[in-house]
């Protein structure tokens, strides 16, 4: 199972100081293959650089996209990602990543996005359904979200962290003026592109 990190989450909890959490839903998941798309390894160094040894340790070396993976990239962003108003770099993490893992990915197999980014956990709820647009950007893997949230709940399933304290770092990332969407699969859409 191959588990990549947006900037997003990863933000969220070096924002309150525990990345650990992260680190024991990776241990706990069989035969993980984390990684991490070189954008995204960016995005990190330029907004949470002290958090660069400990992401390095969970995810490794960057993968760089080949030129190919680079132009879809930008057409993914293009299509599905970008808003009004956004700069030219805006979203480009979460492009790349998917760019790179809709070629690279098995076929079969879970590509599970660890993120807090609505816009991408929408993408992955709407690869898993075929004829759409997120679908094809896809490359017919199977990309699932996983979110802020849900890394609370599951150490809290791994007795990692209980309820309150579970809580308490929620309000945490809130306190610290970063987004908390909820669990992912509480943002499946209805309808989607």
Same mark, same amino acid.
Do not use: Y
């Given at each position: ?13 070096? #924002? ?7 680190? &024991? ?8 293959? =984390? ?5 995204? #390894? ?13 992401? !390095? ?11 190919? /993976? ?5 057409? +993914? ?38 993120? /807090? ?24 893997? !199977? ?7 849900? +890394? ?10 209980? =309820? !309150? ?13 970063? =987004? ?6 509480? &943002? ?6």
């Amino acid at each position: 199972m191959i588990l990549l990190p947006d900037t997003s989450l990863a933000w969220n909890f070096h #924002a309150v100081g525990r990345m650990d959490l992260v680190e &024991s839903l990776i241990r706990a998941m069989p035969d993980p293959e =984390p990684s991490w798309a070189r954008e995204v #390894a960016r995005e990190c160094d330029r907004h949470i650089t002290e958090a660069m040894p400990t992401l !390095t340790a969970l995810f490794g070396s960057p993968v760089f996209p080949t030129r190919t /993976e680079q132009m879809e990239a930008h057409m +993914v962003r293009d299509d599905l990602f970008r808003h009004d108003g956004d700069h030219a770099g805006r979203h480009l993490g979460e492009s790349e990543t998917i760019a790179i893992w809709a070629r690279r990915a098995p076929a079969i197999g879970a590509v599970l996005i660890l993120t /807090e980014d609505r816009d991408f956990v929408r993408f992955c709820w709407n690869s898993q359904r075929i004829g759409t647009r997120a679908s094809w950007h896809a490359g017919g893997r !199977t990309f699932s979200a996983v979110t802020s949230a849900d +890394v609370l709940a599951a150490n809290v399933q791994l007795g990692k962290l209980d =309820p !309150t304290e579970a809580d308490q770092i929620h309000a945490d990332i809130l306190d610290a003026g970063r =987004p908390f969407i909820g669990p992912a699969k509480a &943002s499946r859409p209805i309808t989607g592109a």
